[in-house]
């Protein structure tokens, strides 16, 4: 320091120690100055209104679905400073600050009208309401009123009523006794009963426009998140009226709270509705489709697709076996036959059909087997009847055409069981076609099943998906928890607990603003004298300078 005050010497500068010395040498104007502010900071904080101040805690839980990363995010330490998952809780902000909820407010604590005398709790003095548009009287919309009514008590105990301060036309009676209720544009107005034995000798009310009393509501009423990304939500507003203080904040949280929940069930029901609907019409569609399903197998007389061509598969192996093995026995026996035939010689050896009877089908005959026993006994009768008579005896010769004709009658079956195996033939060669033909429906007849069948399976999944979710829902509204919680709830505060202005604080303030002032002044003057006394020396010196020739 000493060395900057002799360097400003060496310069021909005044020096911090000779402005200080100058200052407090005129001290007395910067103190009156600095003395004045302060004395006006002082009578402002003992003179002005006092406001309260009331206050509600809420919290309000998120209902989206968040990620887990998020979750997990959100348990690191200072990681909600950052705003993550904030945005429901803004939105939750917006909808407390928005329009609808502050006319809720206004309207059903008729915040229009203020007590400005006597300072106190309105409800003290009168009641107002808002009223409703189609029930308001025929005077100036209470919303564009904007006066001051002064009230004087008259030795009757009515008061007198003079309009002190007014813009736009409004109409009020001249007297006005206690527990009478007067319309004012759509306020009702009605002075206690109580005020006609004991009352103050002046009431004034202000009637705000409602752009004044919402501007007025705005500025005093603060809602903010608590730090640290919680989800509490704090909301404040300060008035005058310590009872109206509470009631706002009071009125505002339980509008909320009704909105939000009316919101909440009004979700719940269309998307349980809806829900109901889907089912319903999903159970519809169900029922087409295993109707439909159900007329298919029955007209295509289908159980299990699979297993019912696997059977049919085997049904058409075994005819064709069949037909095979009848086929291979009608080549043999048309052959045995034309052997047959040619060994006769045309009929003339009968004997030769004989053989037919060595064939297997017909050897297993027992009419075959019959024939074969007769012709025995015949050979050996006349083989007996041959020692004894020639072959010219007429019994000899009897015997001999009757083998003949059982020959013959072999030869007639064998032709008649050639004929029944064509037929057998021609009957399984049919059968195997017709077999074959339903089976080449099958792959066709199951890409119907299985489409008809994948409708019933996707249709039945997703009734079953919307039957559980119809469930959820139902019991989620059964068991819903409220999205918001009071935490702590509006109280009317101490008459001594004063919001605004906090005295020490203004008053402290108002001796930092005092002083401030003073040291500018002060400072101020001496820069500015010195500055004028170089000025001066330097006009006098110019002049003497310019003398000296």
Same mark, same amino acid.
């Given at each position: 320091?000493?060395?900057?005050?002799?360097?400003?010497?060496?310069?021909?500068?005044?020096?911090?120690?000779?402005?200080?010395?100058?200052?407090?040498?005129?001290?007395?104007?910067?103190?009156?100055?600095?003395?004045?502010?302060?004395?006006?900071?002082?009578?402002?904080?003992?003179?002005?209104?006092?406001?309260?101040?009331?206050?509600?805690?809420?919290?309000?839980?998120?209902?989206?679905?968040?990620?887990?990363?998020?979750?997990?995010?959100?348990?690191?330490?200072?990681?909600?400073?950052?705003?993550?998952?904030?945005?429901?809780?803004?939105?939750?902000?917006?909808?407390?600050?928005?329009?609808?909820?502050?006319?809720?407010?206004?309207?059903?604590?008729?915040?229009?009208?203020?007590?400005?005398?006597?300072?106190?709790?309105?409800?003290?003095?009168?009641?107002?309401?808002?009223?409703?548009?189609?029930?308001?009287?025929?005077?100036?919309?209470?919303?564009?009123?904007?006066?001051?009514?002064?009230?004087?008590?008259?030795?009757?105990?009515?008061?007198?009523?003079?309009?002190?301060?007014?813009?736009?036309?409004?109409?009020?009676?001249?007297?006005?006794?206690?527990?009478?209720?007067?319309?004012?544009?759509?306020?009702?107005?009605?002075?206690?009963?109580?005020?006609?034995?004991?009352?103050?000798?002046?009431?004034?009310?202000?009637?705000?426009?409602?752009?004044?009393?919402?501007?007025?509501?705005?500025?005093?009423?603060?809602?903010?998140?608590?730090?640290?990304?919680?989800?509490?939500?704090?909301?404040?507003?300060?008035?005058?009226?310590?009872?109206?203080?509470?009631?706002?904040?009071?009125?505002?949280?339980?509008?909320?709270?009704?909105?939000?929940?009316?919101?909440?069930?009004?979700?719940?029901?269309?998307?349980?509705?809806?829900?109901?609907?889907?089912?319903?019409?999903?159970?519809?569609?169900?029922?087409?489709?295993?109707?439909?399903?159900?007329?298919?197998?029955?007209?295509?007389?289908?159980?299990?697709?699979?297993?019912?061509?696997?059977?049919?598969?085997?049904?058409?192996?075994?005819?064709?076996?069949?037909?095979?093995?009848?086929?291979?026995?009608?080549?043999?026996?048309?052959?045995?036959?034309?052997?047959?035939?040619?060994?006769?010689?045309?009929?003339?050896?009968?004997?030769?059909?004989?053989?037919?009877?060595?064939?297997?089908?017909?050897?297993?005959?027992?009419?075959?087997?019959?024939?074969?026993?007769?012709?025995?006994?015949?050979?050996?009768?006349?083989?007996?009847?041959?020692?004894?008579?020639?072959?010219?005896?007429?019994?000899?010769?009897?015997?001999?055409?009757?083998?003949?004709?059982?020959?013959?009658?072999?030869? %007639? /079956?064998?032709? $008649?069981? #050639?004929?029944? =195996?064509?037929?057998?033939? !021609? *009957? @399984?060669?049919?059968?195997?076609?017709?077999?074959?033909?339903?089976?080449?429906?099958?792959?066709?007849?199951?890409?119907?099943?299985?489409?008809?069948?994948?409708?019933?399976?996707?249709?039945?999944?997703?009734?079953?998906?919307?039957?559980?979710?119809?469930?959820?829902?139902?019991?989620?509204?059964?068991?819903?928890?409220?999205?918001?919680?009071?935490?702590?709830?509006?109280?009317?505060?101490?008459?001594?607990?004063?919001?605004?202005? %906090? /005295?020490?604080? $203004?008053? #402290?303030?108002? =001796?930092?603003?005092?002083? !401030? *002032? @003073?040291?500018?002044?002060?400072?101020?003057?001496?820069?500015?004298?010195?500055?004028?006394?170089?000025?001066?020396?330097?006009?006098?010196?110019?002049?003497?300078?310019?003398?000296?020739?």
């Amino acid at each position: 320091m000493g060395s900057i005050d002799s360097l400003t010497a060496a310069t021909g500068e005044p020096t911090m120690r000779d402005r200080v010395s100058s200052v407090s040498r005129r001290w007395i104007v910067p103190a009156l100055a600095g003395g004045t502010l302060f004395s006006l900071v002082a009578a402002w904080t003992f003179l002005a209104t006092p406001r309260y101040q009331s206050r509600a805690l809420l919290r309000i839980d998120s209902r989206a679905a968040a990620s887990p990363m998020l979750d997990e995010l959100k348990a690191l330490p200072g990681i909600g400073l950052m705003g993550l998952g904030s945005d429901e809780l803004e939105t939750e902000i917006g909808v407390l600050k928005s329009q609808r909820m502050a006319d809720a407010v206004l309207d059903s604590l008729a915040l229009t009208v203020r007590v400005r005398q006597p300072a106190g709790s309105r409800a003290a003095i009168l009641r107002a309401r808002t009223m409703a548009p189609a029930t308001a009287g025929a005077v100036v919309d209470g919303s564009d009123v904007d006066a001051r009514l002064r009230f004087t008590r008259a030795d009757d105990g009515q008061y007198r009523v003079e309009i002190t301060q007014q813009e736009g036309d409004l109409a009020v009676p001249t007297s006005w006794a206690p527990g009478d209720s007067t319309v004012v544009g759509r306020l009702q107005l009605q002075l206690l009963p109580a005020l006609r034995t004991a009352g103050p000798a002046t009431i004034e009310l202000d009637l705000l426009p409602r752009y004044k009393a919402m501007e007025l509501f705005e500025k005093r009423l603060d809602i903010r998140t608590q730090e640290g990304g919680s989800h509490l939500v704090s909301i404040t507003f300060e008035d005058a009226d310590r009872e109206v203080a509470a009631a706002v904040v009071e009125r505002l949280v339980a509008e909320y709270l009704a909105y939000t929940l009316q919101n909440e069930r009004a979700d719940d029901g269309v998307r349980t509705g809806e829900l109901r609907r889907e089912v319903a019409a999903f159970a519809k569609r169900l029922a087409d489709a295993e109707e439909r399903l159900r007329a298919f197998k029955e007209q295509r007389r289908l159980v299990i697709p699979d297993e019912q061509a696997t059977a049919q598969l085997k049904r058409i192996s075994l005819l064709r076996t069949q037909l095979d093995g009848l086929e291979v026995e009608r080549t043999a026996l048309a052959r045995l036959l034309a052997l047959v035939t040619t060994r006769s010689a045309n009929d003339a050896d009968p004997s030769a059909y004989r053989q037919l009877a060595t064939f297997p089908s017909l050897i297993a005959n027992r009419a075959i087997q019959d024939y074969l026993m007769s012709l025995v006994e015949l050979e050996n009768a006349r083989s007996t009847l041959s020692l004894r008579r020639t072959s010219d005896n007429d019994e000899m010769q009897q015997l001999t055409g009757r083998i003949a004709e059982l020959e013959r009658q072999l030869q %007639r /079956v064998g032709a $008649q069981y #050639l004929e029944s =195996l064509e037929q057998q033939i !021609a *009957v @399984a060669t049919q059968a195997v076609k017709e077999q074959t033909t339903d089976l080449d429906l099958f792959p066709r007849q199951e890409m119907d099943y299985v489409r008809l069948l994948r409708e019933r399976t996707i249709l039945n999944e997703g009734y079953v998906l919307l039957q559980k979710q119809l469930k959820q829902a139902e019991l989620q509204t059964a068991m819903r928890t409220e999205k918001v919680r009071v935490v702590d709830a509006p109280r009317v505060a101490n008459v001594n607990d004063v919001a605004f202005p %906090r /005295v020490a604080v $203004q008053l #402290l303030l108002g =001796l930092v603003l005092g002083v !401030a *002032v @003073a040291l500018v002044i002060a400072f101020g003057r001496d820069v500015l004298g010195a500055h004028d006394s170089q000025a001066n020396a330097s006009d006098h010196q110019n002049a003497g300078s310019a003398s000296a020739p």
